[in-house]
């Protein structure tokens, strides 16, 4: 119980800090509208729970019952962003927490977030991030001692 209090006042405090930095950039919450919750909602949920397999776009677009040219369009309309750059995103995110929590190779980071090719995998991260995955864990390493 007692150690159970100090992590709630450590989240308290940490919750009013105003000391504070992100580790990635951009904005990686639900990034659509509140009222597109039926069709929306199922593929996000989808690309969440799949994200570290390969996600085809025609299997997306079955699920939200639409063509792939109409599923593109709606998709973008909903996120203001292609399909394929939110996947990325959120892959990219996932190797962001990954590089910075365990010791994995950066090339079993690149397979557990998903992508099958490490030299796409450093052109996303370095696109999304501004720097390569390996300098990225470097500084986020070299922070915490």
């Known amino acids: 119980a007692e150690k159970l209090l100090k ?15 992100s580790i990635v950039k951009g904005n990686y919450s639900k990034s659509f509208r509140s009222s597109d919750s039926g069709r929306i909602n199922v593929v996000y949920n989808y690309i969440v729970d799949n994200f570290h397999s ?48 365990n010791n994995d190779s950066i090339n079993q980071i690149c397979q557990k977030s998903g992508f099958n090719n490490l030299s796409n995998f450093n052109k996303q991260f370095k696109k999304i991030i501004g720097k390569t995955p390996r300098e990225y864990q470097n500084e986020h390493n070299h922070s915490l001692l």
Not at 9 to 19: C, F, M, P, T, W
Not at 74 to 96: A, G, V, W
């Open 7 to 21: 992590l709630l006042e450590i989240l308290v405090y940490l919750s009013k800090s105003a000391e504070t930095r």
């Open 54 to 101: 390969d996600i085809r776009i025609k299997d997306v677009a079955e699920l939200a019952n639409l063509t792939e040219s109409s599923f593109c369009k709606y998709f973008k309309q909903r996120t203001s962003k292609p399909f394929s750059l939110f996947l990325n995103e959120i892959r990219i995110k996932h190797s962001c927490k990954l590089l910075i929590e």
